[in-house]
């Protein structure tokens, strides 16, 4: 079966560094997604993963493990503004279809 | 291009109607997608276009769910006899495998089923 889970809720100090981290279980994999989202607004893409290893993007980076079925997204430096839900999504066999993780609300304090 | 565009915004509508939205998706971009999003969950997948193709559906899709892209541009996904469990965010979707591999996403239909 395919299964995504990452924590439901995570909280983080303004300036701190946090990971969120996703496990994936699917029938076939090509890449791993992350995505953010603000409350009541669409997913904006932040990052794709199809090699093992960290791959960095400004205060965003994101890691996979292929054969661990395991990702995370970590975040330096953050911001009031980085409060949002954080999706994973598996990519699948087939290159088209996604299966989602239910997101990781990221909540900053001052 | 603005990106990715749908209509309406919000929809509110009585059980048993039929409502039908509009995606119209970055000009360039010859995939498109549906997904159904709830409160607290990540999008759920509905259907995949390719060009005018549909070339995946979601088995959780009953059947009075339909949609079509009749000339592989904009897309419209149409729910007949509505239920309340249908409310939720519908959200629209483009990408191109010449770029790299994101998807677009529109601002999203809410629907409100009363």
């Known amino acids: 079966g395919q299964n995504i889970d990452q924590p439901t809720e995570m909280t983080a100090t303004e300036g701190a560094i946090v990971q969120i981290n996703c496990t994936y279980q699917?029938?076939?994999?090509?890449?791993l997604f992350w995505y953010q989202q603000h409350a009541g607004e669409a997913p904006t893409f932040l990052s794709y993963n199809v090699l093992d290893g960290l791959e960095e993007k400004g205060r965003f980076s994101s890691f996979l493990s292929r054969s661990k079925g395991y990702s995370y997204l970590l975040l330096k430096e953050l911001q009031m503004k980085d409060s949002a839900s954080y999706l994973c999504?598996?990519?699948?066999?087939?290159?088209?279809?996604?299966?989602w993780g239910a997101g990781t609300k990221l909540i900053i304090k001052p | 291009d603005t990106g990715v565009s749908q209509d309406p915004r919000h929809k509110i509508t009585k059980r048993g109607q039929n409502v039908t939205f509009r995606c119209d998706p970055i000009s360039e971009h010859n995939r498109l997608y549906w997904y159904r999003q709830t409160l607290g969950q990540g999008p759920e997948f509905l259907t995949y276009f390719q060009n005018e193709a549909q070339l995946e559906k979601s088995r959780l899709l009953s059947d009075r769910f339909s949609a079509e892209r009749p000339k592989g541009s904009f897309s419209t996904l149409e729910i007949q006899r509505t239920e309340q469990g249908d409310s939720a965010m519908y959200l629209c979707?483009?990408?191109?495998?010449?770029?790299?591999?994101?998807?677009?996403f529109g601002p999203g239909t809410r629907l409100t089923v009363t």
């Open positions: 979707a483009s990408s191109t495998r010449d770029s790299d591999y994101e998807q677009y």
């Open positions: 699917t029938s076939g994999f090509n890449g």
């Open positions: 999504a598996a990519e699948m066999d087939s290159n088209y279809q996604l299966i």
